[in-house]
């Protein structure tokens, strides 16, 4: 095992409460500023207001988070272990829970965070969430993977998670492909792959029947794909399949913008479309 992974870091240069929850990584020391409110002579954690990207549909961006949690009081020099949960105050859905430790010094303080749940790390785009339905959960559990180091861990969950939705994605491309009047030869080709069991072979069926929308700098997006998973775990080194997950995952993300873009744009021309031929309807 890489005991490096598990080291605990320290900061030395002060930020903000808010900054250090917004952004700072999980087992890393931190000096923080207005860790403390007082109230009565009291000392309390001073909650302050967050900014985080809430992945629910109403939000799918950057919002404001409060703390819905108890506060807890905080002794001069003595470390403090505690939940803290922030709640999106914008679709008052999204939670995020921070499990912490604080030593107060007057209103500043030093800040430990154990973890947090979701798990820290860049959000996944909702667009792609989308594009893997069922498989949402196992598609997070190779995220959490990748976020933790753990490269062959998330080359498999990310493989399975492609496998499982092959169709679902070949669905998506079908439709846009008949939305752009795709030829029949084209169109056939991916409903073949539909039906092809060996998952590398279909996603290589295909390679001249994705719409040139869809391509990423001119190169097919499937097959990119199929290039990635088509290397084996065999004799690759964890750092290795780390990279290679890493680059399935932005690939299947940008894959599903393009999808939902191109799906989009097609549905904006269909509304131009129909108002200047009937410019008097609505």
Request: charged share 25%.
């Amino acid at each position: 095992m890489n005991t490096q992974k598990n080291e605990i870091k320290e900061e030395t240069n002060p930020i903000s409460l808010a900054e250090f929850l917004e952004s700072v990584s999980p087992t890393t020391v931190t000096d923080v500023t207005g860790l403390a409110n007082f109230s009565g002579g009291t000392a309390y954690f001073s909650k302050p207001d967050i900014q985080l990207h809430c992945t629910s549909e109403k939000c799918n961006g950057l919002r404001f988070f409060r703390c819905k949690s108890e506060i807890p009081s905080l002794a001069q020099g003595e470390w403090r272990f505690f939940y803290s949960t922030y709640l999106c105050s914008n679709c008052r859905e999204t939670e995020k829970v921070f499990s912490l430790a604080a030593r107060r010094n007057n209103d500043d303080g030093t800040c430990y965070k154990f973890g947090e749940l979701p798990n820290y790390g860049p959000p996944s785009p909702a667009r792609l969430m989308k594009l893997i339905g069922p498989d949402r959960e196992l598609f997070l559990k190779g995220r959490r993977c990748e976020n933790q180091g753990l490269g062959i861990g998330a080359f498999v969950y990310y493989r399975r998670v492609i496998e499982s939705q092959k169709n679902r994605i070949l669905d998506e491309i079908i439709k846009v492909s008949k939305k752009i009047g795709a030829s029949d030869e084209a169109l056939g080709k991916l409903e073949a792959a539909k039906a092809e069991t060996r998952f590398t072979q279909a996603l290589g069926s295909v390679k001249d029947a994705v719409p040139q929308t869809l391509l990423i700098n001119g190169h097919n997006p499937l097959l990119l794909l199929h290039s990635a998973l088509s290397d084996g775990l065999h004799d690759q080194t964890d750092e290795h399949c780390l990279e290679i997950a890493a680059s399935v995952r932005v690939v299947l993300g940008e894959l599903s913008e393009r999808l939902s873009q191109a799906l989009k744009d097609e549905a904006e021309l269909t509304r131009a479309l129909s108002k200047l031929m009937n410019p008097c309807a609505g």
